[in-house]
Each structure stands twice: as structure tokens, then as C-alpha cells.
Nanobody, 118 residues
Framework: QDELVESGGGLVQAGGSLRLSCAIS????????MNWFRQAPGKEREFVAA????????VVANSLKGRFTISRDKAKNTVDLQMNSLFSEDSAVYHC???????????WGQGTQVTVSS
């Protein structure tokens, strides 16, 4: 069974950067869309970014454009999230999810904690 494992979270000062990685076991299909979501305590889960595995087309949440970038490495089967100019409001657990249809996700990672100190 395919699994998603996130890594790269940690504590960073405001204005700093972090790079998260999602390792995908198994071979993703070209049609799969790999997503990053985040959830802060007491808040709803929020979409961060997505990338179509085959074509590499990307979408980033409007509020995060210019600071967050998503990419994938087909050789390593990983999806990365580069986060720059971090604010304390970016603190959350970041999850990787595999999309198989509109609003359909069949695999989720356990999440990685990002804490931005102000």
C-alpha cells in the first residue's frame, strides 16, 4: 500500500525558510495530484499547494504565492514545498496528500510540524 511520509519540519525564526519533503512509496500515476495542506490548532485544514505528477503543473494558494513553491522529483518520488519569508501565522502541521479526483484524496501523510517563532 502506497504511503506518504513528510519530513523537514521544525522550528524557524520569522523571515526564515524551510523545505518540506513528501516521500512517496510506490510509483505515482501521471494523473495523480500531490497536495500540501496545513492545519493550525483550532483552525480548519487549509490548502497550500498542489502539483500534477505527470505534467508538473502547479497551483499555490493565492495567499501564499510568492513565498511558497511546490516541486516534484520523479527520480526520487518526492514532492517538496519550499517555504520562504515565513511568518508566525505559517505555524501548523503540514500534510502531504495524494489527490485522485476533484476533492478526493486517497492517501495522507502523518504530517510534519512547522513552528515559526516571532
Amino acid at each position: 500500500q502506497d504511503e506518504l511520509v513528510e519530513s523537514g519540519g521544525g522550528l524557524v525564526q520569522a523571515g526564515g525558510s524551510l523545505r518540506l519533503s513528501c516521500a512517496i512509496s510506490g510509483r505515482p500515476y501521471s494523473s495523480h495530484v500531490m497536495n500540501w495542506f496545513r492545519q493550525a490548532p483550532g483552525k480548519e485544514r487549509e490548502f497550500v499547494a498542489a502539483i500534477r505528477w505527470g505534467y508538473g503543473t502547479t497551483v499555490v494558494a493565492n495567499s501564499l504565492k510568492g513565498r511558497f513553491t511546490i516541486s516534484r522529483d520523479k527520480a526520487k518520488n518526492t514532492v517538496d514545498l519550499q517555504m520562504n519569508s515565513l511568518f508566525s501565522e505559517d505555524s501548523a502541521v503540514y500534510h502531504c496528500a495524494r489527490g485522485v479526483g476533484v476533492g478526493e484524496y486517497d492517501r495522507w501523510g502523518q504530517g510534519t510540524q512547522v513552528t515559526v517563532s516571532s
